[in-house]
T-cell receptor, first 109, second 116 residues
Framework: GQNIDQPTEMTATEGAIVQINCTYQ??????LFWYQQHAGEAPTFLSY??LDGLEEKGRFSSFLSRSKGYSYLLLKELQMKDSASYLC??????????WGAGTKLIIKP | DTAVSQTPKYLVTQMGNDKSIKCEQN?????MYWYKQDSKKFLKIMFS???????INETVPNRFSPKSPDKAHLNLHINSLELGDSAVYFC???????????????FGPGTRLLVL
């Protein structure tokens, strides 16, 4: 079956770095998405990886290893506003998104 | 300018009622989606339409019926509402074309449905 695993909750300190891991199993693969969702708001797109390696976008970076079925989202210089849920989603061979349950990130001063 | 909009934002209703949620996107996208997000925050796909045609229809009670009058609109009608229908319903759209990154989905603000 198709499955996405990511930690339920993580805590980090303002100014620090945090890595949110995601493993996936899908029928075929057409890319890995990360979304951010603040409480009470809609998910917003952060990144898309389809090739192995690291994609950097400001304070946020996303990594993909297709052979390991593994991705991570790296957040640097954490700010209080980064407190949110981070959703990992893998696209299968039919271009359908398989969503993880999300990782709630709590930032402490 | 709002890219994906939904109405209403909040909906409180009694069990057994019928209600509709509307969604519109002005991004020129071909594909639209309806998701349900329950209290555990898990996003579950319900339906997907590409150019007004149904392409995903997950295991959802037939009390839920999507309608797409044109490719910019996808409405969701719910009959005989039940307590378990209480959730946040998100509409989303993507460019379509089955090309990975073009499937990036853009979400509406959500409709918070509470069934009493």
């Amino acid at each position: 079956g198709q499955n996405i695993d990511q930690p339920t909750e993580m805590t980090a300190t303002e100014g620090a770095i945090v890595q949110i891991n995601c493993t996936y199993q899908t029928s075929g693969f057409n890319g890995l998405f990360w979304y951010q969702q603040h409480a009470g708001e809609a998910p917003t797109f952060l990144s898309y990886n389809v090739l192995d390696g690291l994609e950097e976008k400001g304070r946020f970076s996303s990594f993909l290893s297709r052979s390991k079925g593994y991705s991570y989202l790296l957040l640097k210089e954490l700010q209080m506003k980064d407190s949110a849920s981070y959703l990992c989603a893998a696209m299968d061979s039919n271009y359908q998104l398989i969503w993880g349950a999300g990782t709630k990130l709590i930032i402490k001063p | 300018d709002t890219a994906v909009s939904q109405t209403p934002k909040y909906l409180v209703t009694q069990m057994g009622n019928d209600k509709s949620i509307k969604c519109e996107q002005n991004l020129g996208h071909d594909t639209m989606y309806w998701y349900k997000q329950d209290s555990k925050k898990f996003l579950k796909i319900m339906f997907s339409y590409n150019n007004k045609e149904l392409i995903i229809n997950e295991t959802v009670p037939n009390r839920f019926s999507p309608k797409s009058p044109d490719k910019a609109h996808l409405n969701l009608h719910i009959n005989s509402l039940e307590l378990g229908d209480s959730a946040v319903y998100f509409c989303a759209s993507s460019q379509g074309g089955s090309q990975g990154g073009q499937e990036t989905q853009y979400f509406g603000p959500g409709t918070r449905l509470l069934v009493l």
